[in-house]
């Protein structure tokens, strides 16, 4: 095993050899790292010769605390896993619950739950449309980026009294149902996004620094991409056609009809080209769910007993949801009570800022590691739960 | 729900405890625990089931036993399977699956540190979350999570004295 692991000893400067390699520390404080999170690099040259991922800095114990909670208290809990994303967190642990329980959510909560969890994989592209352009030194992408992140925000804001924890899906349904007028102004939002696209489209895809930055850069084959376990978006740049909202579908999504964008070379340019192709996808998927929410009337809620004491069945869950890091899921078990006996959760840069990235930065050259982890998208919360 | 003739012919082929769909597209089999790499690698072979999807450990503190439950997908079935084994909570060894599923790798590594299982042939039992820890691997259920803050970190009654200055002038938080 590597001594890279391993943190050195400050050592003796007349006792160092002579040597053209060099160990850096690259995070967990770094302009260029995602989130809290550090990579240690040895290096010959500018050439990464190894690379080990290092995790921790953000773990807080979710799934410990848990086994301490009610079942309904845990909500409150899952969406904090991942910052950028956390519908889905949200969406997949209720869905692991009523998996256990034999729940049903109505139907209009569950294209409710559909609007939510495509609305944030929205944002959650736009941040990385921003986070990957500030890598190859556009800040102005990343301004638009995050700016036009915000105003959906506002929607969620709307809907669910929050902007990140929403803290609104939940088990057998949604907390409340959507206030009067949010429909119009989400579809205005989506005219005003898409009127914004092109714009996106020349700024940072037809950009020759993106293009020749991004081009070839940590570039992994489809069968590379499989081996190493990566799901989602970076699978599909690839030129796999693997997504969970079609292969092993969940709520409503068999009534949608969408694409699955895939793009071919498996570089850090192909991911961000799948990622803006998916925000077209998305919207596309919210143009046909608006409407269905305006004609289709009904509980958001299916009836539960007072959650302070609801005993669940003895019982386990496989629940997996297509977020926009790629395959998340969640495995619950249940002892019969009021509290889990275990959640563990599985999210996709688990794969990709571990395994995948130490990969893909062997042989990458010491300037495009920051690029390579955000045409990743991983999120280090996500890895360290 | 019936299990799909392909995947129940494999099955068939070793000696496996029960098998069973639990949910649409949803397979649970208890395995035997030196069956299961076995197992794996005929569903790989076999059945399209490349995709690890996690590994998961539960630990059933009053039996004395680890459980592992390996989640694999099929393309080809649109099928999971989760294969469970059970194994003795002491010494608490198992086998790697790692030259079948690269994935393994992160997950017996996690699995290692959160619940102290020793997977022989792991890509790296290091310590990868938990790097300062010297405490017992915190996810098994014996260990008081609560307990151990409590014992470990103080608590703090915030009554500074600027505070208690204002409160002496009349002043002071409102309850």
Redesign the interface.
Known sequence: MSDLKQIPAIPDPDAIEPSDVYDLYFGPNHPGIEGNYSIRVRLSGDRIIEAVADGGYLHRGFEKIMEERLWMQNIALVPRICVPDPVPMEETYARSVEMIGGLTPPERAQWIRVLMLETSRICAHLFTFGGNAATVGLYTNMFWGVTMRDLFLDIFEEITGARIYHIYITPGGVRRDLPDGVLDRLEALLDELERRMPQFEDLFFNNAVVINRASGTGSMSAEQALAWGATGPNLRACGVASDIRRDDPYLVYPQLDFDIVTEEGGDALARMMVRKGEVVQSVRILRQVIPRLRELKGPVRCPLPNPLAWDLPAGEAYARTESSKGELAFYTVSSGGPRPYRVHVRGASSMHAVQVLEHLLTGARIEDVAQIMFSLDACPPEVDR | MTIPAPLDEVLGELPLVAARL??P??V?VDARPENLPALLELLKGRLGF?????I????WLEEGQFEL?Y?V?S?KL?L?L?AHVRIPREPGEYVSIYDL???A???ER?IHE?FGVVFDGAL?L??????SWDGPP??RKDFD??KYAEETFSTVNYHPDWLKDIEAAGGGLEE
Do not use: N, Q, Y
Not at chain 2, 50 to 54: D, G, I, K, Q, T
Not at chain 2, 56 to 59: E, K, L, R
């Open positions: 639990t949910a597209r949803r649970r490349f995709h690890l999807s996690a998961s450990c539960v630990d439950v989640h997908w393309d649109k999971l989760s599923h690269e994935p790798g992160f997950f996690d959160m790296s290091d310590r990868f979350i938990l790097t915190p996810m999570a609560r």
